[in-house]
């Protein structure tokens, strides 16, 4: 199953973030007729581009997914949005986890219980997971967001296996470290958003149900040789709290 985005409608959730910027503006230049940028509240700055239109969709409601779906025909939904509390498991607030749970998994259920109905009548589209190479194998720095993407990555799998029998592409995208505000305090090499949109681009026309954007790529081939190497290099990845800690004991 392929997708080819040229004179279609699509759908980017979080569509402001770095990310969402970056896909908005690659399927606008792929030729797609109409992009909805969908944001949890009014964008600041609207897009001058007529094929734009602006939606205000918390992907944690589903009444509004399911609202937004009454009121859009799409073809392709990019699943994008994202939380992140960038902390270990006994750092940060009490409901982080639950937060990100909302959003990153629950989000993406919201949306796929939404839009796959009139997907699975038409016989064809996509939904494109944004998820993360942290759904892989788990960064403890960010212990909950990881366990999130991976709770999203099985929903992702499942929902290949159903909307796949109705001819609708699933895509999950693994990006390793982007170059956004998410990760912005992380000193490390990083992917640009641009390149994660042209890997969602090229995973929609080459019928793919993965990718691994940027530095993800040799990442993925490390995991697929040693997966308890990459857990036990990751494991290296400790909140600054845990770090600390082992620093006043040592
Ligand atoms: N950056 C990385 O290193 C990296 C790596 C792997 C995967 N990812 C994934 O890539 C995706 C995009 O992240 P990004 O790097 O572009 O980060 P970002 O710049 O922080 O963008 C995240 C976007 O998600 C939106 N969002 C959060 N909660 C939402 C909700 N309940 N409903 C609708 N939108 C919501 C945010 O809106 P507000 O502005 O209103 O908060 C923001 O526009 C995420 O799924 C993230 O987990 C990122």
């Known amino acids: ?23 908005v503006k690659a399927f606008l230049e792929a030729g797609a007729a109409q992009v909805i940028a969908a944001d949890r509240s009014e964008p600041a700055q609207r897009s001058g581009d007529p094929r734009v239109r602006h939606l205000v969709l918390d992907v944690t409601n589903a009444q509004a997914a399911e609202q937004a779906a009454a ?16 902390c270990g498991l006994f750092e940060g607030e009490a409901d982080q986890a639950r937060r990100e ?4 998994y629950f989000g993406v259920l919201n949306m796929a219980r939404a839009f796959a109905p009139a997907m699975k009548k038409k016989r064809g589209g996509a939904l494109v997971q944004v998820l993360s190479f942290a759904a892989l194998s788990n960064i403890p720095a960010m212990g909950s967001y990881s366990a999130s993407k991976a709770a999203a990555r099985s929903l992702t799998q499942a929902l290949r296996a159903e909307l796949g029998l109705f001819g609708v592409q699933v895509v999950g995208v693994y990006p390793r470290v982007v170059d956004t505000a998410m990760s912005a305090h992380l000193p490390i090499a990083k992917t640009t958003p641009e390149d994660v949109a042209q890997a969602v681009l090229a995973a929609l026309a080459a019928g793919q149900d993965e990718v691994y954007p940027g530095n993800a790529a040799a990442a993925h081939e490390a995991f697929l040789r040693d997966p308890a190497a990459v857990e036990r290099d990751n494991a290296k990845r400790l909140p600054r709290s845990s770090l600390a800690a082992t620093e006043v004991e040592a």
């Open 1 to 23: 199953m392929s997708t080819a985005v040229q004179g279609k409608t699509v759908l980017v959730t979080g569509a402001r973030g770095g990310i969402g910027q970056a896909l």
């Open 71 to 86: 009121a859009c025909d799409v073809d392709v939904i990019v699943n994008n949005a994202g939380a992140n509390g960038n």
């Open 101 to 104: 749970m909302e959003v990153n």
